[in-house]
């Protein structure tokens, strides 16, 4: 018994260490900053240069950060659980494309008007809410912070009239910081090791 609470304190110390190099930080960083820049220049290109990290995500996590602690495999429970949110999340951006297409045919005038002037308030709230759901799910803490940090900003942001593109860019900006120095902070608490571990 003694053994086994040793071995679940590890997984958990080890699923800890794995999520805080500051990689996904910085990606969602990088992503929000770019969705900012193509407000600000009208041009699809930005949007491409901000999604177009997620590809290197894998790639990057297996190179510095499983060598330096180790990685726990997900049970299948857990794989289930990150399906079903992929999942969610795929129909909400697929509703949300729908509803838009469509909103002139089944809107009223007033509704539409409202959507033109707070949409960006309201893709903050479906952020915060996307952000909340993720740290409930795997206990990364600082992802309730960052559910804040889209609800604050984007409020005020549009309470005080701020143009859009610099309250979504100092978003941006704020997270990709923060990444960039728990990276540091993560390659310098874990040494590079020869060889990381790989825990069932």
């Given at each position: 018994m ?7 304190k ?12 500051g ?12 969705f900012g ?5 009208d ?12 590809l290197?995500y894998?790639?990057?996590?297996n190179?510095?950060t ?9 049970h299948?429970?857990n ?14 951006v ?32 479906i ?26 900003m ?38 590079l ?8």
């Amino acid at each position: 018994m003694s053994q086994e609470l040793d071995f679940k304190k590890l997984q958990r110390k080890t699923y800890q260490a794995y999520h805080q190099d500051g990689l996904i930080d910085i990606i969602i960083g990088w992503m929000v900053i770019g969705f900012g820049l193509n407000m600000t220049f009208d041009n699809a290109a930005f949007l491409f240069m901000g999604w177009f990290p997620i590809l290197f995500y894998v790639p990057l996590k297996n190179r510095i950060t499983v060598p330096r602690t180790g990685y726990v495999k997900f049970h299948a429970s857990n794989k289930i659980v990150f399906g079903l949110v992929i999942a969610a999340l795929l129909v909400l951006v697929l509703g949300m494309f729908i509803f838009f297409i469509s909103g002139p045919e089944i809107l009223s005038a007033g509704m539409q008007a409202w959507l033109k002037q707070y949409y960006l308030l309201l893709l903050g709230v479906i952020a915060a809410l996307c952000f909340l759901g993720a740290a409930a799910l795997t206990g990364i803490s600082r992802l309730y912070a960052y559910a804040l940090l889209f609800l604050t900003m984007f409020t005020l942001g549009t309470w005080l009239k701020i143009p859009p593109a610099i309250y979504v860019i100092l978003t941006g900006v704020f997270i990709e910081a923060v990444g960039i120095w728990m990276m540091v902070r993560f390659l310098r608490r874990y040494p590079l090791a020869e060889q990381g571990n790989v825990h069932e």
